[in-house]
Each structure stands twice: as structure tokens, then as C-alpha cells.
């Protein structure tokens, strides 16, 4: 990938250019946690969008996509581009200039290996190999925090993805073998170690294929229900603000307050974040067994009490549990579609993967893909 970038490069521009990487990201435990300020614990990936890039002395901008095979030219301004992939670079460019750092001009190739929309988030990488390029060219001097919430802004006004930090924040923090326990509410972040291969074992997901038209109205309904919970037991405990703040004894005592189906929601998130932090003490305490069970538990949790699975994701789920050899596994991302994460013993993954590969088809008619991932580095000028 990485010399297909630069040949492009020469091709196009002549000359040399810096080379700079950005991964994409898997979550491991903590979903529908991120808007109530709760935890999130992903880890960046060993795919990522790669970026050969120079400032051309000007102010226009020529950017040219290996993988949609199109060059496209702009002078960066608040107009929305025809072509969809180059509004995310236009939106970096864009929500650097609202913080004051300029960026001159610039000629560049990029590309990566990530699948798009498939849960493992191309956009951001795509945001955060930018933010990253230029930050560093142009001597913007933002931090790494800086630049996530760039990207992620750029995704807000340029993509019109209303998406939290979390996926920006992993592409730029990466460390490999490290996870990152991020605190939705005070951004604040903690290193937890996690090299399932060391211990024979690897981390695998299988995409569904499939993205169920309910995703973005289940979601606001979901936020609304959350924020209906919350203004319940707010009337008992003024301090209350958000989920996080709420025990599971709390709510109980509300429980009687409020609608069933809103009490199920918030115990679920409520669940979630107790499970994540329990999932953190296992991998400090070398304990995959225990995080694998949380992971399925958090399947559990979105499947019965969330309720935003859906039978595709629940199939393969269900096969994981049964199958010996695999630690835990759940849905990943916001649910009705997408892929399911599982930490599977390197014995076992070969039989696991054909299996449910094969019984997906017979099922769906579809043939789930089948991405084996590491974690990896964060944002790196190569
Ligand atoms: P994901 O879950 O992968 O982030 P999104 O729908 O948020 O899915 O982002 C996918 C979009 O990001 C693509 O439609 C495209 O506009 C842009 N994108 C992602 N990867 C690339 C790439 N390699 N080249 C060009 N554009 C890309
Ligand atoms: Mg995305």
C-alpha cells in the first residue's frame, strides 16, 4: 500500500513526499456507554489509511484517492465538495482554520485498507491521517486530543455524522498492545494492556453484511430513553447528570417511577460501564477467561435490555458461545448490523471461522468477511 502511495505520488507530483499512517479501531467492551458519559475501551488496528503529502507553496488543494481512483481539486472553503470522501479532508482543512492554525496548500495520494462502513472506522482514520499530516507539516503544534476533536468535528459539519470521539481518538492515541480506557466525560484516558496473541490467542471479527434500516431512528430513541431515565432519578438525586452517575441501587429505587421499557435501557448502561470496568481489572490482572465473559455479557446486555441487535449479529454470536475454544464475543458498534468482535484461541480459530462463515451463508445467503485484527500503533509519520 504504502509504495503504491508513493509511486502515485511521483506519478502525479514529481518528486518525494512524507508518508504518514492512521489506523482504524475495534471497541471491545462498552457500546451505547459514549452519550452517557460513560467508558468506551477501544484499541487502534493494524489497518489504516496511509498519506503521501507536500505542501505545494500555494493554496490549493490536490488530493488524489488510490482506492476511488479520482483526483480532486479545491480551494478549501465552506462549500460542501460533489465527491463524498473528499469532504472529510475539506472538513480538516476547514476545522483547523476555526481554531486559527492555517494550512497552506498542499498536493497529495492516499489509500488504505480498511473496509469502508464496515464498523471499523474508515472516516475517522481518513480524518486523523490529515489532521495528523498537517499538523505536522504546517507546524500547527495541536496535540493528539486536539486533533481527534478536529476530526471529529470535521465528521459533525462536513460528513453530517453526529459520531462521538472515541473512534478519532483511538486512530491518533493507538499504542500497540495497549487498549484505551477513555472517559466519555472527561476525555481523560488510561493504557490497558491487551496482547491476546502472546497468550495464544487472537481477535477476530465477521462482518454481517448487513446495516438494517432502524439504526439511526432506534438510536434517538435510545439517547431519549436514556435522558428519560436520568430525569427520573434526578428528582430523588439533584447531582445526578448523566447514566454514569447512577448505581444500579439508585435507579432501583426509581424503578417504580418510570416506564418499564426505560428502566431496562438505563440498566443496560448502567451494566455496561460495570462490565467494562470489570473487563479492565481482568486484563491487569492477565485474566482473558473473565474479559471474554464480559464481552458476551455485553452481547447479552444489547441483545435482551437494549435491544438493538439484530438476528444476523445474534446467529453468530450465539455460535461463538457455543464454541469451545472462544473466550467471548459480541456485536460491535451501534448495533442492528455490522460486525461481531470475538477473542478466539489461535487452535481454535481456523474450524470457528469456516464454521460460521459457512452456516451464515446457509442461514442468509450471504458470506460473512472475516477480518483478523491486532492492535496496533495510533497516528505515525513514516
Ligand atoms: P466507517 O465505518 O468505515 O467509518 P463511514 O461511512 O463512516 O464508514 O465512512 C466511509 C466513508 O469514508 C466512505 O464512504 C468514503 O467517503 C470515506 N473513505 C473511507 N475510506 C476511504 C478510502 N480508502 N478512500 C477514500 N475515501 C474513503
Ligand atoms: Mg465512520
Known amino acids: 500500500m504504502m509504495n503504491n502511495i508513493q509511486r502515485k505520488f511521483k506519478e502525479l507530483f514529481g518528486g518525494q513526499a512524507a508518508v504518514y499512517a492512521s489506523p482504524g479501531r475495534v471497541n471491545l467492551i462498552g457500546e451505547h456507554t459514549d452519550y452517557n458519559e460513560g467508558f468506551v475501551l477501544p484499541g487502534a488496528i493494524d489497518k489504516a489509511m496511509f498519506l503521501a503529502i507536500r505542501p505545494n507553496g500555494g493554496k490549493q488543494v490536490n488530493v488524489f484517492s488510490i482506492d476511488y481512483d479520482e483526483m480532486v481539486t479545491f480551494l478549501p472553503s465552506k462549500e460542501k465538495l460533489p465527491e463524498h470522501w473528499a469532504n472529510y479532508i475539506l472538513g480538516v482543512v476547514m476545522e483547523l482554520k476555526e481554531t486559527g492554525a492555517e494550512t497552506g496548500g498542499f498536493d497529495c495520494v492516499f489509500g488504505g485498507d480498511i473496509p469502508l462502513g464496515a464498523g471499523l472506522s474508515s472516516s475517522a482514520a481518513l480524518e486523523s491521517v490529515f489532521a495528523f499530516a498537517l499538523n505536522d507539516l ?17 465528521e459533525h459539519h462536513y460528513a453530517g455524522v453526529r459520531c462521538g470521539i472515541m473512534d478519532q481518538f483511538a486512530s491518533l492515541h493507538g499504542q500497540a498492545g495497549q ?29 454481517t453484511m448487513v446495516k438494517h434500516s432502524l439504526a439511526s431512528s432506534e438510536y434517538n430513541v435510545r439517547r431519549q430513553q436514556c435522558e428519560a431515565g436520568v430525569a427520573v432519578v434526578r428528582q430523588k438525586h439533584p447531582s445526578v447528570i448523566s447514566l454514569r452517575d447512577i448505581s444500579p441501587e ?27 470496568l470489570r ?17 458476551t455479557g455485553s452481547h447479552e446486555g444489547l441483545r435482551h435490555k437494549f435491544e438493538v441487535s439484530c438476528v444476523e449479529l445474534d446467529f453468530l454470536a450465539d455460535l461463538a458461545t457455543k464454541t469451545p475454544g472462544i473466550l467471548g464475543a459480541r456485536m460491535m458498534g451501534g448495533g442492528f448490523g455490522g460486525c461481531t468482535i470475538n477473542l478466539v484461541s489461535a487452535a481454535a480459530h481456523d474450524a470457528f471461522i469456516e464454521e460460521a462463515t459457512g452456516n451464515f451463508e446457509k442461514q442468509f445467503g450471504l458470506k460473512p468477511k472475516v477480518y483478523d485484527v491486532v492492535i496496533s500503533e495510533g497516528a505515525r509519520k513514516l
Open 250 to 276: 439508585m435507579l432501583d429505587e426509581s424503578k417504580s417511577l418510570m416506564e418499564p421499557i426505560v428502566f431496562q435501557r438505563c440498566q443496560y448502561v448502567i451494566e455496561e460501564n460495570i462490565r467494562l
Open 179 to 207: 487498549l484505551i480506557k477513555l472517559d466519555c466525560r472527561s476525555l481523560g484516558f488510561e493504557r490497558i494492556p491487551f496482547d491476546p496473541q502472546a497468550a495464544g490467542y487472537r481477535l477476530v471479527l465477521i462482518d
Open 138 to 154: 504546517f507546524g500547527l503544534g495541536k496535540s493528539r486530543a486536539e486533533l481527534a476533536r478536529i476530526g471529529q468535528l470535521a
Open 279 to 295: 473487563a479492565c481489572d481482568a486484563l491487569q490482572g492477565n485474566d482473558l477467561p473473565t474479559f471474554g465473559q464480559m464481552m
